[in-house]
């Protein structure tokens, strides 16, 4: 409960944010001035909502995967634990050729870790306590390493702007499309008052339809993402390291405890099947261990 009020907390600060910068801009008095028809008003609009929402999301990442999961930044070592997880961290990102990350941890059952953040030099590196009681440290080690490969090869930022582009040509053609069904439904009539039941239905239902192929292109990305995250953890950890902890979550059959906004970024993720596959943000642990495999 406390995650789903969270999540609607921010997406409505996130929209009146954004609210408040296309009034900045004034979007809302260009448009009022071209009219229903207008574009350029329309383009901007897609623009601040669809590239904005994505980097404010990405902006308040860290914060807000502490909130959800409950993480707790390691400060200061308090057991010898820590401090191996800390000297770890800061070992595979001086070779990854990046900042050191803050390194938490979060209480679940499950064998998890994700890491988060605005750049490569201001990240978030966090492992699940069942993680830490589940596996080996040469496993936990190349965990780690996958997640210092994900911030080095910069894949917070590159999702961001991949979701960012989808988003705003979604928003952009679902309200094109709707201009033109609810011209055909008024006879051709433009007296730019604004569009009829026909746009609102029409642009609501396209997007709808519109994020659903969107979503499948993010997805492809995360899946194609992660076998680079799996090679920079066997470059960091080693390759057999890595083939052992992939092997490991092979094993773990509890449930996922991640947040949505932050489950892309996990370790690994649920599986499905037929159709649902297009939705799968990671690919089946086989094919990831096949691939190290193959690459030796």
């Not at 809302?28 to 901007?44: C, E, K, N, V, Y």
């Not at 906004?261 to 370790?267: P, V």
Request: glycine letters at 12%.
């Amino acid at each position: 409960m406390r995650r789903i009020a969270l999540f609607l907390a921010t997406n409505i600060a996130v929209l009146f944010l954004l609210s408040i910068v296309c009034h900045l801009l004034g979007v809302d008095r260009m448009q009022a001035a071209q009219g229903f028809g207008g574009s350029t008003g329309l383009l901007i609009y897609a623009a601040v909502f669809g590239m904005g929402g994505a980097f404010i999301s990405l902006a308040m990442s860290k914060w807000m995967a502490k909130m959800s999961t409950g993480a707790r930044v390691i400060e200061q070592p308090a057991n010898e634990t820590e401090r191996w997880l800390v000297d770890t961290v800061r070992h595979h990102a001086q070779n990854a050729g990046i900042g050191m990350p803050e390194v938490a941890v979060y209480d679940a059952p499950e064998m998890n870790a994700f890491a988060t953040g605005m750049t490569k030099n201001s990240a978030m590196v966090a492992v699940s306590t069942g993680l830490l009681q589940q596996m080996d440290r040469e496993q936990v080690a190349a965990v780690l390493g996958h997640e210092v490969g994900h911030v080095a090869n910069g894949d917070m930022v590159t999702m961001t702007l991949i979701q960012g582009v989808l988003n705003t040509l979604v928003i952009l053609a679902a309200r094109v499309v709707g201009r033109l069904v609810d011209s055909w439904l008024s006879g051709g009539r433009d007296d730019n008052r604004g569009g009829g039941i026909g746009y609102f239905v029409t642009v609501m239902v396209l997007q709808l339809v519109f994020g659903l192929f969107a979503s499948m292109i993010v997805m492809a990305f995360s899946r194609w993402r992660e076998f680079h995250a799996d090679a920079a953890g066997a470059k960091l950890a080693g390759r057999g390291s890595m083939i052992s902890a992939l092997q490991r979550l092979k094993g773990d059959h509890g449930e996922n405890t991640l947040p949505k906004t932050l489950a892309a970024f996990g370790i690994s993720g649920p599986l499905a099947q037929g159709f649902q596959r297009l939705f799968m943000s990671h690919p089946p642990l086989d094919e990831r261990i096949a691939a190290l495999q193959n690459a030796a």
